[in-house]
Nanobody
Framework: QVHLVESGGGLVQAGGSLRLSCAAS????????VGWFRQAPGKEREFVSA????????YYADSVKARFTISRDNVENTVYLQMNSLKAEDTAVYYC????????????????WGRGTQVTVSS
């Protein structure tokens, strides 16, 4: 069992930045691939970014490339999502999730999920 808690969401103007954190506990954090997903009102949950166990390989959805950066600290058991140049369409609840396989864009590939943190970008 892995317990995940997201934080760092809030209200920001278009063009601004936020840094989300996902803190993990319960099992060895370095055993897990970590992904970020988001869900906007009226839309399906979608993949944002993922990072492998050591942190050396990352993957991003086309919509956030060059604006978002994922990273992890396996000593602090935390993964981060740095979000720059935010747009109104980035408004969503952001969730972190983990799996013990490989980087995936599929919701079904992930085993444990946090409860999410709200990001609202005003235009």
């Amino acid at each position: 069992q892995v317990h995940l808690v997201e934080s760092g969401g809030g209200l920001v103007q278009a063009g601004g930045s936020l840094r989300l954190s996902c803190a993990a506990s319960g099992r060895t954090f370095s055993d897990y691939v970590v992904g970020w997903f988001r869900q906007a009102p009226g839309k399906e949950r979608e993949f944002v970014s993922a990072i492998n166990r050591r942190g050396g390989t990352t993957y991003y959805a086309d919509s956030v490339k060059a604006r978002f950066t994922i990273s992890r600290d396996n000593v602090e058991n935390t993964v981060y999502l740095q979000m720059n140049s935010l747009k109104a369409e980035d408004t969503a609840v952001y969730y972190c999730a983990v799996n013990r396989g490989v980087i995936s864009t599929r919701i079904a590939a992930y085993d444990y999920w946090g409860r999410g943190t709200q990001v609202t970008v005003s235009s």
